[in-house]
């Protein structure tokens, strides 16, 4: 199994950045898909999550408004639309797949797969 995430980089703030995360190795039906990121000195945190059947979403209260979670079932990949990017996000952001699970109640926990991390920087 593998979850292939590109897409970060460095961005001004109010900017947007798209991240993809490309799932490979089995199906993922029964998954809820989600983004976490870590900046440094900081722990993990949740992000966002969809249901990869169904569609459902969640966010961190961080992030609504301005991000939006998707997925292309064709293309087995999850999406993460960031706009109005802030400083505070920049970190490093991780894909992740947890078997049944609720997308709001997704956590670092129930993970049972993780993408290598892309670095999202924003500057002021």
């Known amino acids: 199994v593998q979850l292939q995430a590109y897409g970060g980089g460095l961005v001004q703030a109010g900017g947007s950045l798209r991240l993809s995360c490309a799932a490979s190795g089995r199906t993922f039906s029964s998954y809820a898909m989600g983004w976490f990121r870590q900046a440094p000195g900081k722990e993990r945190e949740f992000v966002a999550a969809v249901m990869w059947s169904g569609g459902s979403t969640y966010y961190a209260d961080s992030v609504k408004g301005r991000f939006t979670i998707s997925r292309d079932n064709a293309k087995n990949t999850v999406y993460l639309q960031m706009n109005s990017l802030k400083p505070e996000d920049t970190a490093v952001y991780y894909c992740?797949?947890?078997?049944?699970?609720?997308?709001?109640?997704?956590?670092?926990?129930?993970?049972?797969?993780w993408g290598q991390g892309t670095q999202v920087t924003v500057s002021s």
């Open positions: 992740a797949a947890a078997y049944g699970v609720e997308v709001r109640r997704m956590n670092s926990y129930d993970v049972d797969y």
